[in-house]
């Protein structure tokens, strides 16, 4: 296991816009028992509520969903370019199939009982604040849908995620 320390939030660096979208993340979910990870591309940080948060996407299919629904905390992970294979697998793969952290070599780490991935450089240990789906009818543009959620993807619809930041954790 890798040594993290925590690390001031307030000194984090980082262009969100890059980072999600162009290099990814790994949201991982679930406890001390099972743990699952998922890779994903949207999302971003600010201040909400009076609090830095991080807000995640997820789709109604996703395993990892499962995990998050059922606890109060998730992680978002930041990785070295050399994972990109690592994050394309875990982006692919469903843990419903195989256990993904096995398979790939990543390790799960815990922060109490939030998982986060080991391998990661920095980690946002994330208090799940709320929980909105967003539906056909939140579409202010029509374009979305067609886009987005074609019919292969009917009714698979994402769920957005606010999350507390609770520590950031870097290595």
């Known amino acids: 296991m890798h040594q993290f320390q925590p690390y001031p939030i307030e000194l984090l660096e980082i262009n969100p816009f890059t980072k999600i979208s162009n290099e990814w993340m790994l949201i991982a979910a679930g406890d ?9 591309s949207w999302g971003g940080f600010g201040v909400l509520w009076g ?8 789709r109604k299919s996703r395993y ?3 995990f998050i629904d059922k ?5 978002c992970n930041f990785f070295e370019k050399k ?3 690592d994050l394309k697998y875990f982006g692919i793969v469903s843990g419903r199939q195989e256990d993904k952290f096995k398979t790939s070599g990543l390790s799960v780490n815990h922060k109490g009982n939030i998982p986060f991935v080991d391998e990661a450089n920095f980690v946002c240990l994330c208090k799940k604040m709320a929980a909105v789906p967003i539906t056909e009818a939140n579409f202010l543009v029509p374009e979305i849908k067609d886009k987005w959620y074609s019919d292969k993807e009917q009714d698979n619809f994402h ?3 606010i999350g507390e930041i609770v520590e950031v954790l870097a290595r």
Do not use: D, W
């Open 32 to 40: 001390q028992e099972k743990a699952n990870a998922m890779t994903a």
């Open 51 to 58: 609090k830095n948060v991080a807000f995640i996407f997820v």
């Open 64 to 66: 990892t969903k499962e």
């Open 71 to 75: 606890g109060s905390c998730f992680s």
């Open 83 to 85: 994972y990109l294979n």
């Open 159 to 161: 769920t957005l995620y």
